[in-house]
């Protein structure tokens, strides 16, 4: 497997707001690699985001580039990983940003603070899986575990108790669990038995606590939670497990992950040679959006927050699948012997083969990309009933381009074409609120009518909801070319992603500073 430096999960980040990061990334391995610092605002260092094709070229084998970012007005846990294909599923790590100094958690100090990191296991290589999904154009074979902190833990046959991560506490004290979903395909239900957690942050932004038995989290998203144990040992292990809210139609990977919480020293426990019972977590069933659009719904901002009040331009984008048609003289495993696609407003993103900021930059983007997104669907049709005969998709370069400081609302619409289904949409380059969200189709007249200006959550990766849709607002004050896409690993493969082109502003502090010398060739 590719790792950085030797490690699953990789090597935590742990900075102050405000601090300046350089991290050289030298690529070992036969494979191009790039990294993403995922949820990092990059204000006027768009070079260093990482996505592939879209800030940067790749870093080549025996290459090497400098990553180099100050972190901004951000505090909490984000994290980073690879950008390119499927090469995340093992190269990834967490970011741990700390308030200034002086500077209080806005709830109890923790006694501790601890990553949990899930992520999604492959027996084989998962650039194979993806190389042979893209050849079938069917579904791609599911992952074979999900871990915790690098382990499957003990619900797996292939696992031995040395396989499993546990987390050592002591009675009373309060411990802050940094929440990450690595996991290539799925989000997940997540809970501990017999212990509720106080939820007190998303995607690094503060958020009104609320108490919860379960969380749910997506593929990119991140979420700190308080727990509080127990004022006294226990007669017992806890297991915490995590496992996926799955609301597609394809298959996928049905399993369980778990690690332990114990209570240590542990005087129940006698001379070790007496086994705790072992209790297990009540998590929600596999497509139980009823609970998910309830835990969504109590995320609100802490703090008032600065949401655009006067919108600039209005965007409706339709996320969802699509099909392909299959190439002459081949077999295919899509629907109906076509290919699986994806799509926003039925164009499929195809990646050009040199960056897009490149070619933004230095004014050279005829043949690389077209500025000419369609900002509504094309052919309007009942986005969540019966799907149309034509499910075909559109395979091309396109973006937005938007002047600096335009304030933008953009409402994304699931869709039933193949089936309805939750998308995590992930936007890099800026923070963005969640003003609204409802099932069925968006109602342009008496939705926003519902919107949340008070204290909608403030986040970089949103769920669409499935058979439903997802309102937000951002202020595009970040020169530079921003990829949108779906954190579905499938899903971004297929072409459910676009890219944001924001123009300089007028002052020398609005307009994007010349590439680094380093900065990788094509």
Not at 169 to 192: H, W
Not at 286 to 303: G, V
Request: with cysteine; aromatic share 10%; charged share 15%.
């Amino acid at each position: 497997m590719v790792t950085a430096n030797g490690k699953f999960p990789g090597p935590k980040i742990v900075a102050r707001e405000g601090d300046n990061v350089v991290i050289k990334v030298t690529n070992h391995v036969s494979n191009n690699i790039s990294l993403h610092w995922h949820g990092v605002r990059q204000l006027m260092t768009g070079w260093a985001d990482g996505p592939a094709y879209v800030t940067q070229c790749p870093i080549q084998t025996g290459q090497s580039y400098v990553y180099n970012f100050t972190i901004v007005g951000q505090r909490g846990t984000l994290w980073w990983h690879a950008h390119i294909s499927w090469m995340r599923s093992t190269i990834h790590g967490a970011i741990v940003i700390l308030p200034n100094l002086g500077v209080s958690y806005p709830f109890k100090k923790p006694y501790k603070e601890v990553p949990i990191i899930f992520a999604e296991w492959f027996n084989v290589d998962p650039e194979a899986v993806e190389t042979q999904a893209l050849q079938s154009g069917g579904g791609p074979n599911v992952s074979d575990a999900y871990t915790i902190n690098g382990f499957p833990g003990p619900l797996y046959n292939c696992s031995s108790a040395k396989d499993t991560y546990k987390l050592k506490v002591k009675p009373g004290k309060t411990y802050m669990l940094r929440l990450v979903n690595a996991a290539l395909n799925d989000e997940l239900f997540f809970s501990i038995a017999n212990h509720t957690v106080k939820v007190v942050e998303a995607d690094a932004v503060y958020v009104k606590p609320f108490d919860t038995n379960v969380v749910l989290i997506a593929p990119g998203q991140t979420t700190n939670v308080l727990l509080e144990t127990h004022s006294s040992h226990s007669n017992a292990t806890f297991l915490m497990e995590a496992r996926p809210y799955a609301t597609g139609q394809g298959t996928f990977d049905n399993t369980t992950t778990a690690a332990i919480l114990e209570y240590h020293p542990n005087p129940n426990s006698g001379n070790g040679l007496t086994q705790l019972p072992l209790l297990r977590p009540k998590l929600p069933a596999l497509n139980d959006t009823a609970f998910a659009t309830s835990f969504q719904s109590k995320l609100r901002s802490l703090n008032k927050p600065q949401v655009p009040i006067n919108i600039d331009k209005r965007f409706f984008f339709t996320i969802g699948l699509g099909t392909n048609p299959c190439p002459k003289n081949q077999t295919c495993q899509g629907p109906n012997g076509t290919m699986f696609a994806a799509s926003i407003n039925n164009v499929s993103f195809t990646l050009p083969s040199t960056a897009l900021l490149q070619a933004h930059f230095f004014g050279k983007s005829a043949g690389v990309y077209k500025p000419d997104f369609p900002t509504n669907p094309v052919h309007p049709f009942n986005y969540t009933g019966t799907p149309p005969n034509n499910t075909m998709v559109r395979n091309d370069t396109k973006v937005v381009v938007l002047p600096f400081n335009t304030t933008v609302e953009l409402v994304m619409q699931d869709t039933s074409i193949l089936g309805v289904e939750s998308h995590p949409l992930h936007l890099h380059g800026f923070n963005f609120y969640v003003v609204g969200r409802g099932f069925g189709n968006y109602d342009p007249a008496k939705d926003p009518l519902r919107f949340n200006l008070v204290d909608p959550v403030e986040r970089n990766t949103v769920g669409v909801p499935s058979g439903g849709w997802v309102a937000i607002r951002f202020l595009a004050d970040n020169p530079g070319v921003w990829f949108m896409h779906c954190h579905l690993e499938v899903h971004t493969t297929w072409g459910l992603k676009m890219a944001w082109v924001v123009q300089d502003g007028k002052l020398p502090n609005q307009k994007l500073p010349p590439p680094p010398s380093d900065l990788p060739q094509c």
